[in-house]
C-alpha cells in the first residue's frame, strides 16, 4: 500500500494521491486524527512512497483546504501555499529556534 510520509516523519496509508489531494481509508475517529497531524509545517515537505518505500513523488508546499468522509474512505483537498505564507512559516520556525537556544543556554 502507499503512503505519505509528512515532514515529521509521520506516515499515513493511502489509497490514492497527486498533489492536490489523497485519499485514506479510515474510521470517522482516525480521520480527525490525521487531519490534525496535516499542519501547514508537515505539508511544507512530504514524500508519497510506494509499498517498498521508493518515493514517488515529493511535494512541497502544500495546506489542506477541505476534507471530506465517505463510505469508509477521507478524502484531504490540498492548495498550493502562498509565498506570503511560507514566507511567515519559516519566520516562525527561525523564531521558535532562537527561543529554544535561548532557553537551553540558560
Not at 511544507?44 to 474512505?73: L, P
Amino acid at each position: 500500500m502507499e503512503k505519505i510520509v509528512l515532514k515529521d516523519k509521520s506516515e499515513i496509508q493511502i489509497i490514492n494521491a497527486s498533489s492536490d489531494l489523497f485519499q485514506c481509508e479510515v474510521t470517522a475517529a482516525e480521520m480527525a486524527s490525521t487531519f490534525d497531524k496535516l499542519t501547514q509545517q508537515n505539508l511544507s515537505r512530504f514524500e508519497i512512497q510506494n509499498a517498498d518505500g521508493d518515493v514517488m513523488s515529493i511535494i512541497i508546499n502544500k495546506a489542506v483546504t477541505s476534507c471530506e468522509y465517505k463510505d469508509g474512505v477521507a478524502t484531504f483537498n490540498l492548495r498550493t501555499v502562498s509565498d506570503t505564507e511560507s514566507r511567515l512559516l519559516a519566520l516562525e520556525e527561525t523564531v521558535d529556534t532562537i527561543l529554544m537556544t535561548d532557553l537551553g543556554e540558560e
